[in-house]
C-alpha cells in the first residue's frame, strides 16, 4: 500500500483517501474510490494495476441489479476485464465488467464441493457461470448436473468453465428460464442458489423434485422475518409433503436489517 500512495499520480492530500482494500478476481482488480478521487480514475487505475500486477482494474460504482444479477462497474485501467478465477481448485472464466461473483459467497461454493451426492440427478436453477455446479461435479461425480441459466452471457462462461474444469459428461448447461425445464419428479437435489424472488421458483423446485429430495433454498429476508417466512413459504410450496428441515445457515448480511440465508431441507411425500 505504501508503494501505491508514494507513487500514486494524485494531489497529495488525495493519497489518504486511496483504498487500501481490494479484491481480486484471477488478474482482475475490483476497488471502491471515494467521490474526492472522481477526477484521478485513469491515475489511480493505472498505478493499482502496475503495482498489483492486474491487467484491469475496475471501479466498483453500485450494487448488484436486475434479473442477470448485473453488476456496476467501470473500468479504469487496461482493454479487457476477461479472467479466469481460481478458488478451491475450481477455474471460473468469466468478464468481471459484466458479470458478478461474490466473495461473500465463497464458504457456501466450498461447502457445495464437500456436498455428498455421488450418483445423483442434481438441477442448478440458477447456474450462473458455474458457481455452485462446478464444484458439485468436480469434487462429488453426481451422475448428471443440470445447469439452468437465463443470462446469455453468463451461460457462455458456463460452457467453457465446464469445459475448462473437464466435467462436460457430468454438466449439462441449459440456456432459459428454469420453469421452461420439462419433467416431474427427476431430481434427487435442486439448487436455488438466487435472492430476492427465489420464492417464486418453488413450485417449479417442487415439480422437478423426487420423492425424498433435497432443496438447497436461498432467500434474502429482514432478520425479524428470520426463520418463519422462507420455511413458511418452503412449506406452502411443498403442497402438503413434509418439509425436514437439515440445516439453516445465514451466509451473509445483504443489506442493513436484512440477511441472506440458506436452508436445506428434505421434502418427502406423507405415507
Given at each position: 500500500?505504501?508503494?501505491?500512495?508514494a507513487a500514486a499520480?494524485v494531489?497529495?492530500?488525495?493519497r489518504?483517501?486511496?483504498p487500501d482494500?481490494?479484491?481480486?478476481l484471477?488478474d482482475v482488480i475490483?476497488?471502491r474510490?471515494?467521490?474526492q478521487?472522481?477526477?484521478?480514475e485513469?491515475?489511480?487505475?493505472?498505478i493499482?494495476?502496475?503495482?498489483?500486477?492486474?491487467?484491469?482494474?475496475?471501479?466498483?460504482?453500485?450494487?448488484?441489479?436486475?434479473d442477470?444479477?448485473?453488476?456496476a462497474?467501470k473500468?479504469?485501467f487496461g482493454?479487457?476485464?476477461?479472467?479466469t478465477h481460481?478458488?478451491?481448485g475450481?477455474?471460473?472464466r468469466f468478464?468481471?465488467e459484466?458479470?458478478?461473483?461474490s466473495s461473500?459467497?465463497?464458504e457456501?461454493?466450498?461447502?457445495?464441493?464437500g456436498?455428498?451426492?455421488?450418483?445423483?440427478t442434481?438441477i442448478?436453477m440458477f447456474a450462473?457461470i458455474g458457481?455452485?455446479s462446478?464444484?458439485?461435479?468436480v469434487?462429488?461425480?453426481?451422475a448428471r448436473?443440470i445447469?439452468?441459466e437465463?443470462?446469455?452471457?453468463?451461460?457462455?462462461?458456463l460452457?467453457?468453465n465446464?469445459?475448462?474444469?473437464?466435467?462436460?459428461?457430468?454438466v449439462?448447461?441449459?440456456l432459459?428460464?428454469?420453469?421452461?425445464l420439462?419433467?416431474?419428479?427427476i431430481?434427487d437435489?435442486?439448487?436455488?442458489g438466487y435472492?430476492?424472488t427465489?420464492h417464486e421458483?418453488?413450485?417449479?423446485?417442487m415439480r422437478l423434485?423426487k420423492?425424498g429430495?433435497?432443496v438447497?433454498?436461498?432467500e434474502?429476508c429482514p432478520t425479524?422475518l428470520l426463520?418463519?417466512?422462507?420455511l413458511e413459504?418452503?412449506s406452502?410450496?411443498?403442497?402438503?409433503?413434509?418439509?425436514?428441515?437439515?440445516r439453516?445457515?445465514?451466509?451473509k448480511?445483504?443489506?442493513p436489517?436484512?440477511g441472506?440465508?440458506v436452508?436445506?431441507?428434505?421434502?418427502?411425500?406423507p405415507a
Amino acid at each position: 500500500m505504501d508503494r501505491i500512495r508514494a507513487a500514486a499520480d494524485v494531489p497529495e492530500s488525495l493519497r489518504q483517501h486511496l483504498p487500501d482494500k481490494w479484491e481480486r478476481l484471477g488478474d482482475v482488480i475490483v476497488i471502491r474510490l471515494q467521490e474526492q478521487l472522481d477526477g484521478f480514475e485513469g491515475p489511480v487505475g493505472s498505478i493499482y494495476g502496475s503495482v498489483l500486477g492486474a491487467k484491469a482494474v475496475l471501479r466498483e460504482t453500485g450494487g448488484i441489479t436486475g434479473d442477470f444479477r448485473t453488476p456496476a462497474m467501470k473500468r479504469i485501467f487496461g482493454s479487457d476485464s476477461v479472467t479466469t478465477h481460481k478458488e478451491n481448485g475450481i477455474l471460473y472464466r468469466f468478464d468481471a465488467e459484466k458479470i458478478m461473483f461474490s466473495s461473500g459467497n465463497e464458504e457456501e461454493r466450498l461447502r457445495m464441493a464437500g456436498l455428498e451426492c455421488g450418483g445423483e440427478t442434481v438441477i442448478d436453477m440458477f447456474a450462473g457461470i458455474g458457481y455452485f455446479s462446478l464444484p458439485l461435479a468436480v469434487y462429488q461425480k453426481p451422475a448428471r448436473v443440470i445447469s439452468c441459466e437465463l443470462n446469455p452471457v453468463s451461460h457462455s462462461y458456463l460452457v467453457e468453465n465446464v469445459s475448462l474444469n473437464k466435467v462436460e459428461h457430468i454438466v449439462s448447461p441449459v440456456l432459459g428460464d428454469n420453469r421452461d425445464l420439462r419433467g416431474e419428479s427427476i431430481a434427487d437435489r435442486i439448487i436455488m442458489g438466487y435472492v430476492k424472488t427465489t420464492h417464486e421458483f418453488l413450485p417449479t423446485a417442487m415439480r422437478l423434485l423426487k420423492d425424498g429430495g433435497v432443496v438447497h433454498y436461498h432467500e434474502t429476508c429482514p432478520t425479524e422475518l428470520l426463520p418463519s417466512r422462507p420455511l413458511e413459504r418452503l412449506s406452502s410450496a411443498a403442497g402438503g409433503r413434509k418439509v425436514d428441515v437439515l440445516r439453516m445457515k445465514e451466509i451473509k448480511s445483504y443489506a442493513p436489517g436484512v440477511g441472506h440465508v440458506v436452508i436445506d431441507a428434505r421434502v418427502v411425500r406423507p405415507a
